[in-house]
């Protein structure tokens, strides 16, 4: 079963508990880049504001080959309540009929349901199956910290399986 994970960090932070999930399932890596500037004050509310709308981004790599995969995760941190502009824009580009699809977000503390929410309705209007989702809050975290909940979470959910 071929295996990718399709994710966006600004920080980095879902970056390393994407090569953590990656190490750890055997699966392949894609990470979204986001071509706006999202650094500084300005910015940030400006991102946030983005993802509060559902807004488009431009986005490298602009596509991604899904052909081989049957099993597809995508993740991203939360932003103000709701996925990131680039992992939307990746997700509106994919065919994902009669794959099977698992969803993951970090953030600091707030609620992680709105996020997953969105994500699964937009996976799911592109065809696909969402089979799992979790969340990982990150606040204050060291990376071990992290590397530690990421291995916790491939057990809970028994992520193996798929
Ligand atoms: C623009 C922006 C908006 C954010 N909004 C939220 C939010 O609404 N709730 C929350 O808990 N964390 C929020 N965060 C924090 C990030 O979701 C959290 O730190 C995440 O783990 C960062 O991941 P990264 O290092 O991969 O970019 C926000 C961060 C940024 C930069």
């Known amino acids: 079963m071929a295996k990718v994970i399709i994710y966006y960090s600004q920080g980095g932070k879902t970056d390393l508990i994407a090569r953590v999930l990656g190490n750890r399932l055997n699966a392949d890596l894609v990470r979204i880049h986001d071509l706006k500037n999202r650094e500084g004050f300005k910015?940030?509310?400006?991102?946030s504001l983005t993802s509060f709308r559902e807004s488009k981004t431009d986005i490298v790599p602009a596509n991604v080959d899904l052909t081989?995969?049957?099993t597809?995760?995508?993740g991203?941190?939360?932003?103000?309540?709701?996925?990131t502009p680039a992992i939307l824009t990746i997700i509106d580009r994919c065919d994902l009929r009669a794959k099977d699809v698992i969803l993951f977000t970090?953030?600091?503390?707030?609620?992680?349901?709105g996020t997953i929410e969105r994500l699964e309705r937009k996976?799911?209007?592109r065809g696909a199956r969402v089979i799992e989702s979790f969340a990982i809050p990150t606040k204050n975290k060291t990376p071990e910290q992290l590397v530690n909940d990421t291995e916790t979470m491939?057990?809970?959910k028994d992520l193996r399986m798929y």
Do not use: C
Request: proline share 6%; net charge negative.
């Open 43 to 47: 910015n940030k509310l400006l991102s």
């Open 68 to 70: 081989g995969y049957d």
């Open 72 to 74: 597809i995760y995508f």
């Open 76 to 83: 991203t941190p939360t932003w103000s309540g709701n996925p």
């Open 106 to 113: 970090t953030m600091d503390n707030s609620r992680a349901e």
């Open 123 to 125: 996976v799911k209007l």
């Open 154 to 156: 491939i057990e809970m």
